[in-house]
């Protein structure tokens, strides 16, 4: 069982404990509070520490509970913060501005006070004496990707935060300045207790965690605000000590951030952050490396934890996520890639699922020459290949957990130079062609849409749509109609061939329009007031339009089997059909 130390501190024993030595460490985001979390705490205390604005009506009682601070003591002897960094952030700063209120002020009670702050702020020695220095500070920010985080160790430090400095920490330590200030002018006397009631009646829960992973769980537990740690902040934090170590700090911390960047605008997963997709995606071919075909995954974290992080301390780990990157942002663009190639990628997009982003990860980081580029006629086969096989493998057996069983092999497969194949999954046509046509494909289904756009792709005529394009399925045959003209077979209203991928904004306009009301909007028109209204840009449904004066259930039946036959004669293509 993992050790835990649960306790309830006032400010004043939190920060007074001749153990409290926190550190916020590198892996830690930014500092994020403003003004408007700074005023809201402010006017909190104010009305806790005055009842209706009252000093003698507060009950020494009461306490105002700030939140919890989740630490672990890490091998340096410091408690380093995991959750609570943005409130004793705060904490420190508002209290080194209340330390210079008392500092000229010679009554018994403000001297006091003005030692009992600094004993908050700063470590003493042996014989109580004080080390004002930074390195005597009790909290210190080594956040990779912070540049600000000096001013704070300066402004605690010097208690000064210069006119020019435009940081979170500046900002908020004047505000506390210029509040400190009002109440000192507007309550008279009320300095003092404010100070007091804060130091000893604010209170903390220090939860200390044995370890590092016990004490980010307790954090995922208690945090419903804001953004817990991802597994992609710990990976950096292991990373700037690996660079820090060969004096490439400042190089990394660049790189990083131009990785999160990139990855930000192109990396959007169904869980976690972007960061941790594309060390996800890294992940998948260092397995494959390593011959593993087991089906039960570790988690993205236990899985780079291995060896004390010894991955990521090896040379190439970084090149290659770069890399990776680059290649997927090429992807996104077309950038260097082939027509055929793109068609495909433009396919895949409307995959079942998102198996195929690792699959093709591997292939790219085993398969690139020295300049980062693939060989197109292959990349070309293991497209084609992964689209049959996943299209027919998410009707055959829905579920992407189901395709680690054939996919896993094939990585290993690809690190060791050989041809995918999936040589072990053959299927005979009768049993595809009658699986196919059992199957409901339903709009909710994402293998509806995935079919849609390989068969609208299957036009050699079909331009690639932009990526930004939002894309609905149609019902060629609208529903409005079937209400007033049932179908002999209610069924084949959502059948595959009464179906079509067509833009939203022709789509809303086209929706419950007869067939040759859908012309118009298919082509395109000049509206009452002038404005041209673009058309669609698949290419069938153009065809459609121009060729037939109606779309009939016959029309839809004979278009359901060319759409499943084609098919199953492109998996027979790609040797998965007997």
């Known amino acids: 069982m993992s050790q835990l130390t649960v306790d309830q501190k006032n400010i004043r024993t939190l920060l007074q404990d001749e153990d409290a030595d926190f550190l916020i460490p590198d892996y830690q985001r930014p500092y994020a509070w403003g003004e408007d979390e700074c005023s809201t705490l402010w006017d909190d205390l104010f009305a806790f520490a005055f009842p209706n604005n009252a ?38 700063l508002l209290l080194r501005a209340l330390y210079d209120r008392f500092a000229k002020m010679r009554d018994r009670n403000s001297v006091g006070l003005h030692d009992d702050i600094a004993a908050c702020i700063w470590k003493s020695d ?42 979170s920490y500046a900002k908020n330590f004047r505000y506390f300045q210029g509040k400190i200030a009002e109440l000192a002018e507007n309550y008279d006397g009320y300095s003092t207790p404010f100070a007091s009631r804060i130091m000893r009646h604010v209170i903390l829960l220090p939860i200390e965690a044995g370890s590092q992973d016990t004490a980010l769980r307790i954090f995922s537990t208690l945090n419903d605000r804001g953004l817990p740690l991802s597994d992609a902040d710990i990976f950096k934090s292991q990373l700037y000590k690996h660079f820090s170590g060969e004096g490439k700090k400042d190089d990394f911390v660049k790189r990083w951030k131009a990785m999160e960047e990139g990855a930000n605008e192109l990396l959007h997963p169904l869980r976690g952050t972007p960061m941790d997709e594309l060390f996800t995606r890294y992940m998948y071919y260092r397995r494959a490396l390593r011959g593993t075909t087991d089906t039960t995954t570790e988690s993205l974290r236990g899985f780079y934890a291995r060896d004390k992080y010894s991955i990521l301390r090896e040379d190439g780990t970084v090149d290659d996520l770069e890399s990776l990157l680059r290649f997927w942002q090429h992807v996104e663009t077309g950038e260097g890639f082939s027509d055929a190639t793109n068609r495909r990628f433009a396919i895949l997009r409307f995959a079942p699922n998102g198996m195929w982003y690792y699959l093709l990860s591997v292939w790219f980081l085993a398969r690139r020459d020295n300049d980062d580029n693939l060989d197109d006629e292959s990349l070309v086969r293991l497209l084609d290949l992964t689209i049959a096989f996943v299209w027919y493998y998410a009707i055959e057996r829905p579920g992407v957990n189901s395709l680690r069983t054939p996919m896993f092999p094939e990585m290993v497969n690809i690190v060791n130079g050989r041809n995918v194949t999936f040589s072990g999954y053959r299927f005979a046509r009768e049993n595809v062609v009658a699986r196919i046509r059992a199957f409901q494909f339903t709009n909710q289904r994402a293998i509806t849409r995935s079919m849609l756009a390989w068969w609208a792709y299957h036009d050699p005529a079909q331009q690639l749509w932009d990526n930004d394009t939002i894309l609905e399925v149609e019902h060629i045959y609208a529903r409005k109609r079937a209400e007033f003209e049932p179908l002999t077979d209610g069924a084949n209203l959502e059948a595959l061939g009464n179906k079509a991928l067509l833009e939203k904004r022709v789509n809303i306009r086209a929706a419950d329009y007869r067939f040759s009301d859908k012309r118009k909007y298919y082509e395109g028109f000049v509206d009452g007031n002038g404005r041209t209204r673009e058309g669609t840009k698949n290419a069938e449904l153009l065809g459609i339009v121009r060729s037939k004066e109606d779309f009939t259930e016959t029309d839809i039946v004979d278009r359901t089997n060319t759409i499943i036959n084609s098919f199953v004669d492109f998996m027979g293509e790609n040797g998965l059909v007997g």
Not at 63 to 80: H, M, R, S
Not at 138 to 164: H, M, T
Request: proline letters at 2%; a negative charge; zero cysteines.
């Open 55 to 92: 000093s003698d009506r507060f009950d020494k009682r009461n306490d105002y509970f700030l939140g919890p601070i989740v630490t672990f003591k890490n091998d340096e002897g410091q408690q380093e913060i995991i959750d609570g960094q943005q409130r004793l952030t705060t904490i420190m």
């Open 126 to 167: 042996d014989y109580g004496n004080l080390d004002m220095t930074e390195d005597g500070l009790k909290i210190k920010s080594e956040v990779a990707s912070d540049n600000d985080k000096g001013e704070f160790l300066q402004i605690l430090r010097d208690g000064k935060a210069d006119p020019a400095w435009k940081s």
